[in-house]
DNA sequence: TGAACAATGTACGAAATGGTACGTTCAGTC
DNA sequence: GACTGAACGTACCATTTCGTACATTGTTCA
């Protein structure tokens, strides 16, 4: 257990400051996320992070100079966090079709859990990815991505179990594309068709239609009895 | 031919003003679509809306009240111009599998050459999706989307070709998700998979690529032979 | 022609907002 | 213990930004 809320004094005692750089950081960070992922860049106000920050107006910009670089590390931290998640999943000791099938899976699964981060990405979108094009950190971060889903589809052409012919970045891309959208238009999707997309059996019909498309586009025709 | 720029009138004359309501409400509109959809709800400002139309940022509260009611409108006006152009889609006279495919093609095209449109569509699920909640218009404007898939759909499965038992609504889900991300997330992929995602080619790629997956998920299992 | 109302221009106000000046306290080093 | 740089608090400033008050001009209709 590290060093606490600087607030919490014996009774009585002249309140005494604790310096405690690290966590004051990461605070800002955390509450930065919230605000930025609910609010877009210039929707979020600097005033409010600092006020549901322990810290205070001073140290954001003591930390990170300026809203714009507050909001860069926001979106790499944001990259970083999930990219880890994903590191997790460990596909080579399965089948080609059931790897598949887990990525998927896991991929949608992912993206409903991390709502904040959607949010940041489409938010990145909005201002045409100019931060994102600023770090180099997030572009070293995904380029494994591609990889993975690479080794899963070339292991499946080998077995037969596969077509020949994509591109693993675009299979990447249909898979993202499902699973993003997902997330990204679920209230207009949702009040417009009168749908509860949020719901846990919709979710979970959606999740298997997703599945089930990416499988069938992937694997070869059906072989002849 | 109406009535044009006030601005314009015979040289020395004191220049006369000229009472256009209807052109003056469509060029704030028009203007606003574009900041809105560029800048979001909080990034626009009305200041800066105002410069870039023909009127004045007096005009702008004449006529919408405020920023969140003008910003509502344009949502409006947006949705009301997709959903007109989509009604020229004639699918009746067409089979079923052909009239997918070109339901599909058409939607993926579509998506594509109203950036302004998805991009405002993006900008309100930032915001939850609360504005298009207080427009009943938009509301009835879409609902005819489905019909028109849905009926497709049943000739589909009448006719054979098509598997049974799937939701018209679920289906127009990944139609829209896979043209939608095309257009919402092109930088952020763009950029992260340093592939010119919206180059000709690629485009044209992408739209294969989503139209055959739609097909193979709609269409019965290869008949026997 | 002259009310009466709609449409428009100009100037301004109050609050919000990003950012900073300046001073104080903490923690490690000699 | 004195010194130094990092860590932090408070108060403040300049500008932006939404919105409005007030005056003026156009238009329609009796």
Redesign the pocket.
Known sequence: MTATS?TASPKGTRR??????ES?RADILAVATREFSEKGLSG?????IAEKTR?????I??YFS???TLYLHTLEAAYQKVRLQEAELDLDHLAPLEALCRLVRFTFCHHAKNPDFIRLVMIENIHHGRFLAQSELIQSLNAGVIDVLGNVYSRGVATGCFREGLDPRELHWLISALSFFNVSNQHTFSRIFDWQQTAPENQQKLEDHVTDMVLRYVRVDREAP
Chains 1, 2 share one sequence.
């Open positions: 600087a005494r400051r604790k310096n405690d750089p004051v979020a106000r600097i005033d409010e810290a205070s107006k001073r140290m910009y003591y300026d809203k714009e």
